[in-house]
């Protein structure tokens, strides 16, 4: 509906109204995109002003054009996309388990009120624990290298799609379930026809929340025994001293997360229409 329409065209199918209405929101879409991109050049501009007159410590915070050359090194000595292919593949690795396995739990939980009950301090314990602190232990447990980043990454994300698609399945209207059930509708039919479509919103949104924490489990993950990555490269760089290194790699790593969360915005999009 909001696809890029040619607003000068007179010759639509769309009432003067809804083309107007059309126009005006696609024009916002786009003033939000530019102030956006302005937002970000601006912050990179005042950054390297300030570096330049010395205003700030650049030993501490490096700068932008000290920054990019650290990139064009990493990218020209090949190692760049190694670090990131590793954190990448980590990452989507944990990621897709969490979801999935979490989204199990909980229609687990949704199906059967004993298994609901039962579990459901158990939930609220797993979900206060700090898996970040705990990822040591999940490391020696699952093993060193890329199984106990991937290990941590679910850790870190599995427990908040469980509550967060259990909460969402737990608040769906029971006047359609019970018309359902009327009708002599089984269990699973009401999970497919009703449920799963009514949860739709909460479950991408459970997504959107599991790209932030995928990528912190493994960047923690490749703090503790990793030799490449994202997360090693950042450690390697505060252990050498070399901080324009640590900081062109969180931004590398904030380019990641942006485009990995664009790919389930996209998703979204497809989802939504399938609703």
């Known amino acids: 509906m909001f696809n890029k329409i040619n607003c000068k065209n007179t010759n639509h199918e769309f009432s003067k109204e809804h083309l107007d209405f059309l126009c005006t929101h696609q024009k916002k879409k786009k003033v939000i995109f530019i102030t956006q991109i302005s ?9 390297e002003i300030a570096a330049r007159l ?43 388990l969490g979801t999935v396995l979490g989204t199990i739990v909980a229609i687990l939980l949704w199906w059967s009120d004993f298994i609901s009950q ?38 870190v994300s599995i427990v908040v799609t469980i509550l967060e698609v259990y909460g969402g399945f737990r608040e769906v209207d029971e006047d359609k379930i019970k018309m359902l059930e009327t009708f002599g509708a089984t269990k699973l039919q009401v999970l497919r026809k009703v449920i799963i479509p009514a949860s739709i919103p909460t479950i991408v949104n459970s997504l959107k929340i599991n790209v932030g924490l995928s990528w912190v489990g493994v960047i923690v993950g490749e703090f503790l025994v990793s030799q490449a990555g994202i997360g090693y490269l950042i450690v390697y760089g505060g252990q050498v ?17 942006a485009l990995m969360y664009q790919g389930v915005a996209y998703f979204e999009k497809k989802l939504m229409k399938w609703r």
Do not use: R
Request: hydrophobic fraction near 60%; avoid cysteine; aromatic fraction near 12%.
């Open 241 to 257: 001293f070399k901080l324009d290194l640590v900081m062109t790699s969180v931004i590398i790593l904030a380019i990641l997360a």
């Open 118 to 155: 039962v579990l459901d301090p158990y939930m609220v314990v797993l979900n206060a624990l700090p898996k970040t602190a705990l990822a040591p232990i999940i490391i020696l447990w699952a093993g060193a290298g890329i199984t106990g980043i991937i290990v941590t990454a679910l850790s």
């Open 54 to 96: 010395e205003i700030i410590d650049t030993f501490l915070t490096s700068y932008p054009s000290q920054m990019w050359n650290v990139f064009l090194n990493l990218l020209k000595d090949g190692s760049l996309m190694k670090h990131i292919g590793v954190s990448t593949f980590e990452t989507v690795i944990g990621f897709l």
């Open 39 to 47: 937002l970000i050049v601006v912050f990179f501009l005042l950054w």
